[in-house]
């Protein structure tokens, strides 16, 4: 298990050095989005003006609040809470996210399922899991909501968040085909198979 520091955007060789259970902590830029944001991009035909090639995407539909715009606030927003929502039910946007804008990094929670798994393998990327209710924390990971995009979908517009020091998180599935969730689930059909055994089910 190692630590890696990684500036964003990345290159693939970054991303092929991590391994699961490795931890990361991201600098410089993270992007936000969540199932609108990507049910506009990949169902819809919108496009975006950010460039998101290299970079890490956050699931997220955060608190904010609308202020002036002004040097703190350059997007005319206040970050409230941004918290973390659950991977799964985004599962079919990996591999678009990955082939058609060069999304590197997946940051969520609860994991995601095997199509992600053969796009990170594919293309070169990782998942990077956040335990769940840690979202005050998480919000001190960010200085600041840099800009906004397609934000008639507000809360779930495409953010970009200037960050500093996001993590440690979790490689929790790599561009190897590692998966921690893999594993749990091949340890309880052991563990199954096995207490079943002791009470002479099976």
Sequence with gaps: MAHYNL???????DIRKLKVNDTVTLQHTLFGIRDATQIHLFDRGRTTKFDLQ?????????N???????????AGYQAICIGTTTSDRME?????????YGVRMIVGKGG???????AFKKHGGVYLAIIGGTAALETTWIDQIEDVDLD????ESLWKFK???F?????????????IYQDVKADVATNKAAVLKSLGIV
């Design 7 to 13: 500036p964003t955007p990345v290159s693939e060789a």
């Design 112 to 118: 995601l399922r095997e199509s992600s798994a053969a």
């Design 54 to 62: 290299g970079h890490a995407v956050i699931h997220t539909a955060p």
């Design 167 to 179: 993590g440690p998180v979790l490689v929790a599935m790599d561009s190897h085909g590692g998966s």
């Design 152 to 155: 008639d979908l507000n809360p």
């Design 163 to 165: 960050i500093n020091q």
């Design 92 to 100: 079919r946007f990996t591999e678009p996210l990955m082939s058609q």
């Design 64 to 74: 904010v609040r609308k202020v002036p715009i002004s040097t703190e606030f350059p």
